[in-house]
């Protein structure tokens, strides 16, 4: 699909978080193919830098770098590095999330006697799985910030668009860390939106509904590529019917990017959902 609308990135630098993902990997295509200079950041360095070698290989400008988001030091040395091979940060994309099984029930609903069966029930979450959970998110997108905002300062036209998620709207059953950790992305980004409004920095997210990534989709498809009934149930609650394609997110991203276009937007979260959030399922 590639550069969906007419958004010129040439000169600026773009750092992604998480970018050795389904989601964020298409992310760095599009904004190399847009122009950026685009630093790959990922805790999984081989996967950013396949991505990387890809983007150089269409004739971009990418590298890709070690990166653990929930660590404050390593996100400041790693900013310090993309600085002195790229410049300043232009644009951040705050990708790195996900959930973790210590912090999922096995039932949608509680089911008399699950409190003491062999199943791992809402009084079952751990507390270092949701703290893992909760962290990854939020604190994953509030120091990468932190590192790459002080870049931004003092220079008009910077953004920074956050992943929020629909589940941060409603929250979805068996994962309540991980759309309570959403739910404070959405609100954060209102936050950043103001706090940095007088610099001239944007803050956006976008809320995608469901798309098969790595980490979901054995919670959707069944070892030998059968839909689950989750996805049934999903498919059921989505208008368009379909899951999402990962190049359905890349308007959205460089529209929220043109600083021509989306000049006066911030602070928003944008549902890319197939009318997920519109449905009552009635």
């Known amino acids: 699909m590639g550069n969906v609308i007419n958004t010129d990135l040439s000169g600026k630098v773009a750092v992604v978080t998480g970018a050795g993902g389904v989601l964020c990997s298409a992310f760095s295509r599009v904004l190399a193919r847009a122009g950026a200079k685009v630093a790959l950041l990922d805790i999984n360095e081989s996967a950013a830098a396949q991505v990387a070698a890809e983007i150089s290989a269409e004739g971009g400008a990418a590298r890709a770098y070690k990166c653990n988001v929930l660590d404050k030091a390593d996100c400041l040395a790693v900013a310090e590095a993309v600085k002195g091979d790229f410049g300043p940060c232009d644009i951040l994309i705050n990708g790195a999330g996900g959930n973790n099984p210590r912090a999922t029930t096995d039932h949608e609903y509680y089911l008399p006697g699950d ?162 959030s519109a449905y009552s399922g009635v």
């Not at 007088?198 to 809320?207: L, Q, T």
């Not at 990534?213 to 498919?235: A, M, V, Y």
Request: charged share 15%.
């Open 115 to 276: 409190i003491d069966a062999d199943t791992k029930s809402f009084f079952d979450l751990e507390a270092d799985g949701v703290s893992f959970v909760f962290n990854l998110n939020f604190l994953g997108t509030l120091l990468p910030t932190q590192a790459f905002a002080a870049q931004m300062v003092g220079r008009p036209g910077c953004n920074i668009v956050n992943i929020s998620s629909m589940n941060a709207f409603t929250p979805l059953t068996k994962i309540p860390a991980y759309s309570g950790a959403k739910a404070a992305i959405s609100n954060f980004t209102q936050w950043l939106a103001v706090h940095f409004s007088r610099e001239g920095i944007r803050v956006n997210a976008i809320a995608p509904g469901f798309f098969v990534t790595k980490q979901n989709e054995k919670l959707l498809f069944n070892d030998d590529g059968t839909p689950t009934p989750r996805t049934g149930k999903i498919l059921a609650a989505t208008p368009m019917g379909r899951f999402g394609k990962a190049e359905e997110l890349e308007g959205a991203l460089l529209f929220l990017l043109n600083n021509a276009a989306a000049s006066f937007i911030t602070g928003v979260v944008l549902p890319i959902d197939g009318g997920f």
